[in-house]
């Protein structure tokens, strides 16, 4: 079944998600999760409450208790689930694909992940037999529950003195416009803020540049300090310097990690900080210099997420965008993220620094390619194959070598990396060398030996 990915349930609505499939998935959750007293959260996306409707209907079928939190954002419903002590709970959302789109994110009890081979190959095969499990002699109950109060005092207790700081924030026609105004109560700018899934100013991806320049000219016509965007859940937020610049999302993570260890430490939590094998070789280097053991782990947030909690971890972050936090159950949340950001950028403020001057030891340590996609590559394993050869003939043997997720070959002063799309035929290529000459060669040649040239 097309829908059912790595991570989620997610595909275009109508055909490879439908309400149907809504209803068969909501019918087998109670079992595989073990629960009978589960939350539900929906996006803005034209098609959310009839998933949700499906869904719910799934649910109360086989037995469960739903608690039904509206439209909000999917850290909300992660928050929630832990501490509301939910046996289980869906967000129903595309994140940030486009309108067309939709998707189920399903967590276990205390907002665990809960991927395809977590629980979700199972909820396949059920359907795919045409074996769901039976109905319920009694049906479960629905439950209506506003949060939103709740979510944003919490958020507020995290923040810092904000006096002074000019900012503006794009919550991307998202869930974020759900909270934003409360939260952000000081923004110069305020963008995108009411709701609406078709997404009319902008798509709901900050990594394509495009959706990035309404907040980028807001920033530099009236000077602003920093600019945040979130996506279409507000599970990921990007942000830009006081120039407009773009700022590689991994390059927060050393500015978060002591950020929280001066603010909020917890007695006996390690100084594990989690970040993906995408990672820039500069922001490992700072955690290290800083007193941190950054841990490399496979891309997407179960891996993040499953690693920060089993080392009791401090924080953690990826290249696409998801920060994730001790303080919020180990999950990912871009609210936080952002309160937390704006906080860091005021308290430089007011020693008389930019924010890109306080990341400048961070991004300018190496010239960095950023992810670079090679398409119509059909056999990838032999890609990867090809292209690791290719490297190693033009710079030499690495010194070390990670293979757990595509491979990562890393030199004194380089590093290097090749993963295959697990949907579609594409490679994914980034490095870091000392010169910005010696990257452009690196990637021309990793290039061409994807494509077998």
């Known amino acids: 079944m097309t829908a059912f990915k790595a991570y989620d349930i997610r595909g275009i609505y109508g055909t490879e998600l439908t309400d149907t499939l809504a209803y068969q998935v909501g019918r087998c959750l109670p079992k595989m999760l073990g629960a009978t007293e589960i939350l539900v959260g929906y996006d803005a996306r034209t098609s959310s409450i009839t998933l949700r409707d499906a869904l719910i209907r799934g649910l109360t079928e086989a037995g469960a208790n739903v608690t039904d939190m509206g439209l909000a954002t999917t850290p909300m419903v992660y928050f ?77 207790s995290f923040a810092g003195d ?29 963008m995108n803020a009411t709701p609406d899934g078709t997404f009319p100013h902008h798509g709901p991806n900050p990594l394509e540049p495009e959706n990035c320049a309404q907040l980028i000219s807001a920033v530099r016509e009236r ?7 979130f996506d279409g859940d507000a599970d990921r937020v990007m942000c830009v310097d006081e120039t407009g610049t773009f ?49 490399m782990v496979r891309v997407g947030a179960a891996f993040a997420k499953t690693a920060l909690r089993e ?17 919020f159950h180990w999950c990912d949340s871009g609210e936080l993220a952002a309160i937390f950001l ?28 950023g992810e670079v996609n090679v398409h119509d590559i059909a056999d990838r394993a032999s890609a990867v194959a090809r292209v690791e050869a290719a490297v190693t003939q033009l710079i030499g043997p690495p010194q070390n070598r990670a293979d757990f997720d595509g491979v990562r070959l890393d030199w004194a002063d380089a590093w290097f990396g090749v993963r295959a799309s697990n949907t579609e035929p594409i490679l994914r290529l980034a490095g870091e060398t000392r010169s910005q000459a010696t990257l452009d060669t690196l990637i021309a040649t990793s290039k061409a030996a994807a494509m077998g040239n």
């Open 247 to 295: 700022v590689p999302p991994d390059a927060l993570i050393p500015l978060f990690a002591a950020w929280l260890r001066e603010h909020f430490p917890v007695e006996g939590m390690a100084p594990v900080v989690v970040h993906d094998i995408r990672t820039s070789r500069g922001v490992m280097e700072v955690l290290h210099e800083t007193g941190f053991d950054p841990l």
């Open 80 to 156: 929630f689930t832990a501490e509301k002590g939910f046996g289980g709970s869906v967000m129903i959302t595309a994140s940030h694909n486009p309108p067309e789109y939709n998707g189920l994110k399903v967590s276990k009890a205390g907002a665990r992940p809960c991927g395809y081979h977590l629980g979700l190959r199972d909820v396949e095969s059920w359907i795919e037999a045409d074996a769901l499990p039976p109905v319920a002699t009694t049906p479960g109950t629905v439950t209506a529950a506003d949060y939103r109060a709740e979510y944003v005092a919490w958020l507020r």
């Open 162 to 190: 904000l006096t002074g700081l000019n900012y503006a924030v794009d919550c991307s026609d998202g869930a974020a416009g759900v909270i934003a105004a409360e939260l952000f109560t000081g923004a110069d700018a305020l």
């Open 342 to 369: 704006l906080a860091i950028v005021a308290e430089a403020k007011r020693q008389n620094k930019t924010f890109s001057q306080i990341l400048a030891p961070i991004t300018t340590r190496y010239a960095r390619s």
């Open 223 to 229: 000077e602003l300090d920093v600019g945040i965007i």
């Open 311 to 327: 080392k009791n971890g401090l924080c953690g972050g990826e290249v696409a965008g998801h920060y994730y936090f001790r303080h």
